[in-house]
């Protein structure tokens, strides 16, 4: 199979190079960011453009090999790579293009989120995004995608004003509300199952100025702290965003505005003050600071594993899972970290899009991170045991770019049997032959 793909590509007509074992470069570009992950595929092919994706697409189609597309490359369980196969490398194709007048941003299939904050906060404008700037911007917001400024501005998606597609059969297509909406409506939460996106075009919304409260309690007073932020978060406003994680070292909580800096103080204080120990405070920060201040913590070429769930409120069982849990954690920078949703996110109906879980009031996620393989199996076992003991407190619905596990059970969990089969009908249209099989995996169902 992989010598058939090989004659495909040198006979394609194609422009860019098809990277092969033994190529100086091979090495380099089929590593991703989970160092877990360590595949070797039979070609990897970095097209400059649109008609190079599809020359790609079809080579992959007619030889029947398996296919992984890349963006930024953070996916958890290692679908943007695979053995044996053909990796399409979107990098290359990285390119932003702002319309001041329609407050617009076009961006391409390869761009990382860094690369769209960079466009448009020093102009003012922000799109709602992750929390880690080398995340690919297209498999974040394939899935979702959400961040600091959701609260205020929604997920990713929610701005997502359309796309251009190169489809399993080698089209190039527009999708948006009025030209494809059911396929508009899969491609916000459905993953990659449905095509190579190789443009997003999203809205742009006003930022505004950003305060960021940081504080660190000890251990002996992090349940104290949790579950007075519980009480101190409810009725906050849209401005306002808060993540609290907990390691073995203690309790972090981060509470951000962005908006009227006058106001900011007020809100963002008593968040120091949750329990005793709390040492930290609040200052104006600016929002690429904050987007990339996790950037080193989850740097290349670390082990990770995850699994993540929603929450409609933190319940004593919920603190009391976070606190068992993290006491016995692998690893010093394993950690249990939760953001709060709601606002914007929960206007939107959770039938306007694929992704699901709409109705909650916080995303939880169990990562254990570590360096060493020799830690694989201890890392991965506390990573699914805290998941589990999580989960005990969670809403229906999941968030499928936080799951490091791949399986038929986790695309089905998490969008629910009803929007399942939804998503498995656009599937067998777009994609009746499963050529994008390497995602959270929704099966074609055929008439």
């Known amino acids: 199979m992989s010598s058939l793909l090989l004659r495909e590509l040198s006979s394609g007509g194609h422009r860019c190079p098809v990277i092969t074992v033994g190529h100086q470069d091979y090495d380099k570009y089929r590593r991703v960011w989970n160092g877990v992950v360590d595949r070797h595929p039979a070609a990897i092919v970095r097209p400059k453009s649109v008609d190079d994706v599809r020359r790609a697409v079809h080579a992959a189609a007619i030889s029947g090999s398996l296919l992984a597309v890349r ?180 309790l972090s909580v981060t509470a951000a505005w962005t908006g009227e800096a006058s106001v900011a103080h007020a809100i963002l204080s008593p968040f120091g003050t949750l329990a005793e120990g709390g040492v930290g405070g609040v200052k104006e920060v600016s929002y690429l600071s904050l987007q990339s201040r996790n950037d080193e913590e989850y740097r290349w070429s670390r082990r990770y594993y995850c699994k993540g769930g929603f929450w409609f409120d933190v319940t004593d069982e919920a603190v009391d899972a976070v606190f068992q849990s993290i006491a016995n954690a692998p690893t010093s920078h394993s950690e249990i970290s939760v953001l709060q949703l709601g606002g914007a996110v929960s206007d939107v109906s959770d039938e306007a899009t694929a992704y699901t879980g709409r109705g909650a009031g916080y995303y939880w996620l169990a990562e254990p991170i570590w360096d060493s393989a020799a830690d694989d199996d201890r890392c991965v076992a506390w990573g699914r045991d805290a998941g589990n003991a999580l989960s005990n407190s969670s809403i229906t619905g999941n968030y499928i770019n936080e799951q490091a596990d791949a399986a038929p059970a986790v695309a089905l969990d998490a969008y629910g049997a009803e929007k399942y089969q939804r998503l498995a009908r656009l599937k067998a249209r777009l994609d009746p032959q499963n050529l994008f099989r390497l995602n959270q995996n929704i099966t074609p169902r055929h008439p």
Not at 123 to 140: D, K, M, R, Y
């Open 71 to 250: 963006g930024g490359g953070h996916s958890f369980p290692g679908f943007s790579t695979c053995d044996e196969g053909l990796v399409l490398d979107l990098s290359e194709m990285n390119a932003i293009s702002i319309d001041r007048e329609a407050l617009t941003i076009d961006v391409e299939g390869g761009a990382l989120l860094g690369d769209l904050d960079r466009a448009t906060v020093p102009e003012g404008w922000v799109v709602p995004a992750g929390v880690v700037s080398h995340t690919g911007v297209a498999g974040l917001t394939l899935g979702g995608g959400m961040g600091w400024a959701s609260r205020r501005y929604g997920l990713t998606i929610d701005s997502l004003l359309g796309a251009e597609i190169v489809t399993a059969a080698g089209e190039i297509v527009w999708v948006s509300a009025n030209t494809d909406p059911e396929l508009f409506w899969g491609i916000r939460g459905g993953g990659g199952n449905f095509g190579v996106v190789t443009r997003f075009r999203f809205k742009m919304h006003s930022l505004g100025s950003v305060v960021v409260g940081q504080w660190n309690y000890p251990s002996a007073h992090g349940r104290e702290a949790l579950q007075t932020l519980r009480d101190r978060a409810l009725r906050q406003p849209r401005d306002f965003a808060l993540n609290f994680t907990a390691t073995t070292t203690g």
